[in-house]
């Protein structure tokens, strides 16, 4: 007697629920949102709307929560979801890349605050494309 399997059931592998997918997508769309907010609130200010530094700094304040917020969906999205694990470390370390961008900030080292503004900003958002592009329905 020779049991066969169904090329599906061996070549597919079994997918978690959908919902923390849907929430990562979410939420890390939400942090690259407000962390491309401070390039704006930033260029606001160098244009002479100086109210719009506070905005900048409050806004950096928000922007981490909300990479933690996601860094939790992430956790949600490895389990139950089944998803893949190096999303929890990349959302981790986009945060300790805030956390020394509002240090630099405040202690005004402006010539490394600006390009790693840029580069939190790239990051971000390549994970919210990933999580859009390759995640899977």
Do not use: K
């Not at 979410?26 to 609130?41: N, P």
């Amino acid at each position: 007697m020779t049991v066969t399997s169904t090329p599906e059931s061996v070549s597919r592998p079994r997918l978690g629920p959908r919902w923390p997918r849907w929430i990562f997508r979410i939420t890390s769309t939400i942090a690259a949102i407000m962390l491309f907010d401070q390039a704006i609130f930033a260029g606001q200010f160098l244009g002479g709307t100086y109210g719009s530094l506070h905005v900048h700094r409050e806004n950096a304040t928000y922007a981490g929560i909300a990479m933690l917020v996601c860094v939790a969906s992430a956790v949600l999205l490895r389990w139950p979801g089944r998803g893949p694990w190096w999303p929890m470390l990349a959302g981790l370390g986009i945060f300790g890349l805030i956390a020394l961008q509002i240090v630099l900030g405040f202690t005004r080292v402006l010539t490394l605050h600006v390009p790693l503004g840029v580069a939190i900003i790239l990051v971000a958002a390549a994970l919210a494309v990933w999580a859009w592009m390759r995640l899977g329905r």
